[in-house]
């Protein structure tokens, strides 16, 4: 681990924070954004401050218990969520957490997102259930987090948002528009008279293949 790979995470992560402000996903200091630089070292957005402003010496390195390497600001009050997702899932290398509209609006009413377009199942392996409501920041909200997420890759949390993951950080950021794509077509079929589900054949399908062929061409 060198310097330089730390310095390459930090401005990478506040280019996340600004094309997601830019699309919409987040508003203000809400949402964060974290990496896995190595096996215990991972980079996270401080708490409470606007991507519009921030330096990259202002995304904070921690370790695997949450302990500030390096930085000197908090970091993200939902670090016990990242750091409990990168736990579970050794196969995810970055979260980007955002109060996205249509997301928010699946959490709020507790409905999951069925699996109803390809995209989104391709990426993220199926329906995008809801997490029970736990209080932010809290190791709950983590636990609860985690056992929704299961093997998938994005979740939303109940009354809250939403957390989407990816092998990478660009492909969790995918995941995060996906989702919110995803959940205004299914907001939008509901008016339409009901949106149809995969079968779970075809699911298991699209992702194997996402996961096997697709993703590689996409350079991760
Ligand atoms: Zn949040």
Redesign the pocket.
Known sequence: MTGKDIRYWREKILETGIYLLDKGLVTGT???ISVRISENLFAITPSGRNYRTIQPDDIVIVNASGETVEGHLSPSS?LPLHLAVYAARPDIGGIV???SVFASACAVSRRAIPPIIEDLVQLAGGEISVAPYAL?GTQQLADNAVHALASKFAVL?AN??VVACGKTLNEAMTAAELVEKAAQIFSWAQLLGGAVPLSEEDVAGMHSFYLEHYRQRQGG
Do not use: Q, V
Request: net charge negative; charged share 10%; glycine share 18%.
């Open positions: 809400w949402g964060n939902e957490h955002t109060h932010p949390l809250h948002g």
